[in-house]
């Protein structure tokens, strides 16, 4: 590797291998400033925290100097959909263009790929599965498909969603999988995968397998991901949140829910007679039912914090006598599967599941509270449908993050955090500090700007006029607006809000403008209608129509979203994406601030406003041709004194002062859009 920074050089040089292999390709100075950075961090064993504004081409960089390295590299993104871009897209155009082969594996987690073993299993005559029609024949179809799969990743059934309920019969989880014993073992699907990341150069995974394979490394000692000198982690602004995702306790209604149907069926099936399987199951169901029923009673809605014996808005009897019974169902099925638990290995392993369900409901719900120290917090979620969950986690990531990342050497794996935002200054203190890394003294932080010229290409927009952010007239006048802006431009305009009952209401207001017709017959989307693949689709294709379309989201919507060209030149931001300070995650962060002797909305609800509020502004210009309108739907930016702080976060668009300008600027959006499109037909 002594000439790594020279081979990173002439790779993206103008006359390089990259610029040869791919058409179109232009020497970005941002992009080789990262690249190298990488490239000394992988020669001297250091570590790498790079933000990368929009545009920089960060994935080529990191790519790049890791291959020409040599080494074994783990690389994780945030979603599937990323890790399958990087895999099939990003790697093979790295690979060809610098003439250097690369054995990469995509790997998933094991609820992604088909058990042979659970398919046969739930199509044998006579279970539950088929007595439903439909579960039946969607198990066909998917037998099918078992037939020719080589890779066995169930993404590959379109008819399949995550909410399919043939998704639990034909996958497994790492307690109801039968392991060497399984007659399907030497077919299983898991098992090839994870073989063929042992065996590569490069193992393609997300954010959430890379801390389960933390959990399972902790709690039972197997390791899934194989050892390598560079750990990659795109998209890292994401792991501090998937992080206490994963490193957090709980239990849900769903899980015993699913409990209660194994129970049935594997009692049934190998231990038939030894036990009331049937009404073990139910009273498992009614129990869950009943702690489900607490919530309708409190009319308690999303997390309730639980900081005493008993959550927030709940009574202490009822809460006592619910989770009393929940309790005793619990231990009634141990007690049965214990007894017969020697007849299948399936039973074996629904004893490990009870046992660890068991295990997480004592710590977490009977008696008094839960042992809880300043680093952890303890809540519970309600759903719509009576469905819960108790949780139990840690504020942050970092006891978990700085264990890992190792202190510096020639010899040390190297770690590189890169993402379009992870922080406000040149230390990016809100991604280190989360995770452990800001003391760290081998940990590197870089920041490389966008390349594109913002002041040219963007306008901002925030209306003076507008009621406050917590007036009930303001999503409906600001809706007033959208329909007219986005009239005028013919659709192409994305409404993010800060929560999901806001898209209902914002566009509820916007089809009534439609339907009374005070603005143009757009189409109005919203989250929810469809899948969000179908509805960017659709929102893109409505770009050829006359009217065009807006979409309202929020959300997964504010990051990751890539509409490039003129399918979307208006972006609106309703309100400033502060975190709720009734959420107990929040609260609890905040009072670990203030007993820090910190300010909880300066050093807390401030930056992740911040950093909230760059992400969703990113939509707008994705690259160096695109134009638009970003506007704040916030009047608080001009009036509050934190305003200018959240400003100067975002690109240094040009102002729009009043509705003459905003106006001005949608027509010249418009003129810029025909006499481009005329130009590309003579």
């Known amino acids: 590797m002594i000439d790594l920074a020279q081979g990173v050089a002439a790779a993206f040089a103008a006359q390089g291998p990259l610029a040869a292999g791919r058409p ?137 969603d995550e909410r399919s309920p043939l998704r639990p019969l034909i996958t497994s989880t790492r307690h109801n999988c039968v ?34 394979d933390q959990v399972i490394r902790e709690a039972e000692a197997v390791d899934w991901l194989p050892e390598t000198g560079v750990v990659v982690l795109d998209e890292a602004h994401q792991l501090n949140d998937t992080g206490i995702q994963l490193l957090s306790q709980s239990i849900s209604s769903d899980n015993l829910r699913d409990l209660a149907r194994e129970l049935g069926v594997q009692g049934s099936a190998w231990a038939r007679g030894m036990r009331p399987w049937g009404h073990l199951a139910l009273s498992l169901e009614q129990a869950c039912r009943a702690v489900g029923f607490l919530n309708r009673e409190a009319g308690t809605q999303g997390r309730s914090r ?21 309790d005793l169902a619990l231990t009634a099925a141990l007690e049965a599967v214990s007894a ?62 700085s264990h890992l990342v190792p202190q510096a050497g020639p010899s040390a794996r190297s770690w590189i955090f890169a993402s379009a935002t992870l922080g406000h200054d040149d230390a990016l203190n809100w991604f280190t500090r989360s995770l452990g890394l800001a003391d760290h003294r081998t940990v590197r932080t870089l920041r490389v700007a ?21 007036d009930a007239t303001h999503t409906p006048e600001l809706a007033v607006r959208v329909a007219q802006w986005a009239s005028r431009l013919g659709g192409r305009t994305l409404v993010l809000t800060t929560t999901l009952r806001a898209v209902a209401r914002m566009a509820e207001a916007l089809n009534e403008q439609v ?30 129509s006359p009217h065009g379309a807006i979409l309202v989201a929020s959300a997964s919507f504010w990051e990751g979203v890539d509409l490039p060209g003129d399918s979307l030149q208006l972006l609106v931001i309703d309100k400033l994406p502060f975190p709720s300070p009734d959420d107990p995650l929040t609260a609890a962060r905040a009072e670990h601030l203030e007993a820090q002797g910190l ?27 695109d134009q638009g309108v970003l506007v704040i739907g916030d009047r608080r930016l001009l009036t509050r004194s934190y305003g200018n702080q959240l400003l100067t976060c975002l690109p240094p668009m040009r102002r729009l002062t009043d509705d003459a300008d905003m106006n001005a600027a949608l027509d010249a959006l418009v003129l810029t859009r025909s006499s481009t499109k005329d130009r590309s037909c003579s």
């Open 515 to 544: 339907l009374q017709g005070r603005c143009a017959p757009m189409a109005v989307l919203a989250q929810g209608q469809l899948s969000r693949a179908a509805l960017l689709a659709r929102f893109q294709a409505a770009g050829s």
């Open 179 to 212: 392991g060497a014993s399984c007659p399907q073992a030497s077919h299983c699907h898991v098992n090839l995968a994870r073989r063929q990341a042992r065996e590569a150069d490069w193992v393609v995974i997300n954010h959430h397998l890379f801390f389960a």
């Open 340 to 401: 017969t638990a020697q007849s299948a290995a399936e039973l074996a392993r629904l004893l490990d599941r009870i046992k660890a369900l068991q295990a997480t409901w004592s710590l977490l719900a009977p008696g008094g509270p839960s042992p809880l120290d300043a680093a952890n917090v303890r809540w519970m979620e309600w759903g719509t449908d009576r469905s819960w969950r108790m949780v139990r986690a840690p504020l942050n990531s970092a006891a978990r993050v």
């Open 599 to 625: 300010k909880a909305f300066n050093d807390g609800y401030l930056p992740e406003a911040a950093m909230a509020l760059k992400q969703g502004a990113g939509r707008l210009i994705r690259t160096e041709t």
């Open 24 to 160: 179109g390709h232009r020497p970005r100075p941002g992009q080789l400033q990262m690249a190298l950075a990488v490239a000394q961090a992988l020669q001297a064993g250091e570590h790498l925290a790079v933000e990368a504004g929009t545009g920089v081409g960060k994935t080529f960089a990191y790519l790049v100097p890791v291959l020409l390295s040599g080494q074994r590299a783990l690389l994780s993104t945030a979603t599937q959909a990323l890790q399958e871009q990087l895999f099939t897209r990003d790697i093979p155009a790295v690979s060809r263009a610098l003439g250097l082969p690369v054995r990469a594996a995509l790997l998933k987690g094991r609820s992604n790929y088909l058990c042979l073993h659970r398919l046969e299993l739930a199509r044998t005559a006579g279970s539950s599965a088929q007595r439903d029609p439909t579960v039946a024949s969607g198990l066909e179809q998917v037998q099918r498909w078992a037939r020719v799969t080589r890779s066995g990743d169930v993404g590959e059934l379109g008819m399949l």
């Open 306 to 326: 639980w900081t005493d014996s008993t959550p927030e808005g709940l009574a202490p009897a009822a809460w006592l006598l619910a989770v009393s019974g929940l």
């Open 450 to 470: 966008s390349p594109f010229d913002h002041g040219d290409q963007a306008a901002l927009y925030v209306p003076h006029d507008l009621p406050e952010p917590a």
